[in-house]
Every structure is written in structure tokens, then in C-alpha cells.
T-cell receptor, first 112, second 117 residues
């Protein structure tokens, strides 16, 4: 069962514009959400996280929004840069649970 | 330098071979993980070791055998694999912070690209 879903396999945006990556989850026990970024031939690297007690977390150009009632989170990148081109994975887990579930990823391409 | 090192980076093996994947973390973490990434699929958790004890085994076939001799090293022993086992195998580590706390984010290695012929 796929408890974390990223329905857009790819996204293309122009440099300087906003990139919005979306993620939906089904397990109401999830209370910790993360975004990872993956370049080719490298492992995923942690980007930003949010706990369920918040609805927004911001770190520089990256902001994650959480809508618990809709079981939806999104990652906003603004302004987008060509170096942001990568695959972005959404992940979720429950407190003190070792089983972190990942989405299938969204490939972001930022065009100069 | 990711802090989590995996070897080899690439591995091609026949279905009758026995090989091992190695992972080493230099971050002082106390939990280690094996994930499998197949094309266009989510990362699948295979095994979790917490404080060197296996705490999770997600219905992984017995042809995959993990070993965690200490908190810094993790192995995945492979034998009689099938072509459908070809995938990217990722090792990760994290710091477990206690029963009432969130786990820290996973730190991944660069993976081993495995091809079974």
C-alpha cells in the first residue's frame, strides 16, 4: 500500500519562478514529514521537515506547508534556480517509528 | 562526503553468485537502514537496525540477509538473486532520540546500483 503519494512525476519551471511540489498521504498516524532532494548518482539528501504541530516551516528559499485535514503537504521553492533541478521525494513517519514511507518522487527541471 | 559510505557503487552479478554490499556511517548515529529503489517506484524499506538489533524486516525474501556488527557498519549479503532484484540499494542512518521524540532525518549513502543477470 502506498501511503505517501506524489502524483506528478515531473515538473518544469522557469528560473526565478516558483516551484510547487505536492504530496498526499493516507495514514493519519503520520506526524513528521520531510522532503529529500536527489541528484543523479547520489543518495537522497535531507532538505526540510515539518512536524504536525505546525502548518508551515521555512528555510531560505524552501517552505513546506502542511494541511492535516486534507492530508496534504507541499514544498515551495522561490525563486527557483537551475541547480534545484533534481528529483524531490516526500517522506512521512509516525513518532518513534522506524518505518519512514517515501513517495515515488517528482523530477523538477528549472530552465534558465 | 555524505557521512554514509556505500561500496561498491556498481555491482553486476549472476543469479548463482554470492556478494555483499557494505555501508559505513561516520555520523555517530545509532540506527541504520537498507532501502531499495526500483525504477519509478517509492523507496522501499527493507531492514532497520536500532542499536545493532534488527527491529524491522518488511517481508524481504531470504535471499537478502542483513548484518550489523556494530553501530557504524551494515552489510547486505546477497545470494541466488533474481533479475527483478536489480535496483539501487541505499543505506541510511539516523539518530534515535527517545520514545517521545521525533527521529532525526535519515542520512543516505550514494547507493549501490545492482544488476542481476
Amino acid at each position: 500500500d502506498q501511503q505517501v503519494k506524489q502524483n506528478s512525476p515531473s515538473l518544469s519551471v522557469q528560473e526565478g519562478r516558483i516551484s510547487i511540489l505536492n504530496c498526499d498521504y493516507t495514514n493519519s498516524m503520520f506526524d513528521y514529514f520531510l522532503w529529500y532532494k536527489k541528484y543523479p548518482a547520489e543518495g537522497p539528501t535531507f532538505l526540510i521537515s515539518i512536524s504536525s504541530i505546525k502548518d508551515k516551516n521555512e528555510d531560505g528559499r524552501f517552505t513546506v506547508f502542511l494541511n492535516k485535514s486534507a492530508k496534504h503537504l507541499s514544498l515551495h521553492i522561490v525563486p527557483s534556480q537551475p541547480g534545484d533541478s533534481a528529483v524531490y521525494f516526500c517522506a512521512a513517519s509516525a513518532r518513534n517509528n522506524n518505518d519512514m514511507r517515501f513517495g515515488a518522487g517528482t523530477r523538477l527541471t528549472v530552465k534558465p | 562526503e555524505t557521512g554514509v559510505t556505500q561500496t561498491p557503487r556498481h555491482l553486476v552479478m549472476g543469479m548463482t553468485n554470492k556478494k555483499s554490499l557494505k555501508c559505513e556511517q561516520h555520523l555517530g548515529h545509532n540506527a541504520m537502514y537498507w532501502y531499495k529503489q526500483s525504477a519509478k517506484k517509492p523507496l522501499e524499506l527493507m531492514f532497520v537496525y536500532s542499536l545493532e538489533e534488527r527491529v524491522e524486516n518488511n517481508s524481504v525474501p531470504s535471499r537478502f540477509s542483513p548484518e550489523c556488527p556494530n553501530s557504524s557498519h551494515l552489510f547486505l549479503h546477497l545470494h541466488t538473486l533474481q533479475p527483478e532484484d536489480s535496483a539501487l540499494y541505499l543505506c541510511a542512518s539516523s539518530r534515535l532520540t527517545g520514545a517521545s521524540s521525533y527521529n532525526s532525518p535519515l542520512h543516505f549513502g550514494n547507493g549501490t546500483r545492482l544488476t542481476v543477470t
